[in-house]
């Protein structure tokens, strides 16, 4: 079984954005807002940060009291739009129980949110504008263009079909004219479908669900799931059990990961250079 090295991949996409931007007259501003002070959550959030200075950005930590109200969160978000050279704007999740996260999404103005979470720019990417796509999504059909294998008569099963992976993903798929088998709770022949699968792309965050009984000879693995087993941080996939069947695999952590980082980041290039076109 061969490992999909996503922090690899992710410097060279990040290194190739970096060239880019030293090319703009303006230095692009990327902003991350982060309620409360969850510490696995400010160290992600840091990450991204040091991936986005080295990619050439500025980079602002918006981090507000998990007390702070709705209202006051909306404001401050709409500030943030209006700061100067801003390119991209995004708000971790979760947020504190007490806040709708829709219409604080919904605040972020469409031109910078590269996470693609407000109503506007998920209605765009659904009906086909791809230009921002969700980064978790993108990243996924990133990793299987670096792998180089013709997709159009292969079985691809995507395990879940949440917001965040399972449905942009699917959609992103689909837009190519594959052939793609959504996998969820209520699918009643799961065993069938993850049987035939030659590209497996899981994203449920049930640690460890897909083990080697499930899957064929020579599958190829994507696992955007994550979600904590005794203190780690784990995928969905099993990798011990998968490892004399699969033929690759993107593990948790160091896959699909770094690469969803690199292309939020690839996102904000692509606010930035509309945002140089506009200045002249």
Do not use: W
């Amino acid at each position: 079984m061969e490992i999909i090295d996503g922090r690899k991949i992710s410097s060279e996409v990040v290194k190739g954005i970096k060239a880019e931007v030293k090319k703009l007259s303006f230095k692009p501003l990327f902003c991350d807002v982060l309620v409360g002070s969850n510490p696995v959550s400010v160290s992600y959030v840091r990450m991204k940060g040091k991936k986005a200075e080295k990619a050439g950005f500025g980079f602002k930590f918006a981090q507000y009291d998990e007390n702070i109200s709705q209202d006051e969160l909306v404001s401050e978000i709409n500030k943030l739009n209006k700061l100067e050279n801003m390119c991209g704007l995004i708000v971790q999740l979760p947020l504190p129980p007490h806040l709708d996260k829709k219409p604080i999404l919904d605040a972020i103005d469409p031109a910078v949110d590269v996470d693609c979470m407000g109503e506007v720019n998920s209605q765009k990417f659904y009906s086909g504008d791809i230009r921002l796509p969700p980064p978790t999504a993108a990243a996924i059909i990133y990793i299987l263009d670096t792998l180089d294998i013709d997709l159009k008569d292969k079985n691809i099963v995507v395990v879940g079909r949440g917001e965040l992976v399972g449905k942009p993903v699917t959609f992103l798929l689909k837009q190519r004219g594959l052939k793609v088998d959504i996998v969820t709770r209520s699918t009643p022949n799961t065993e069938e479908l993850l049987a035939a699968a030659d590209v497996l792309i899981s994203a449920t965050g049930k640690a460890r669900l897909i083990t080697g009984d499930k899957i064929k000879q020579g599958c190829i693995i994507i696992d955007a799931g994550t979600s904590e087993s005794n203190g780690s941080i784990v995928g969905d996939v099993d990798n011990s059990s998968v490892s004399d069947k699969a033929s690759l695999i993107s593990p948790v952590p160091g896959g699909v990961g770094p690469v969803t980082v690199a292309m939020l980041l690839s996102n904000v290039l692509k606010v930035a250079k509309d945002k140089s076109k506009k200045l002249g």
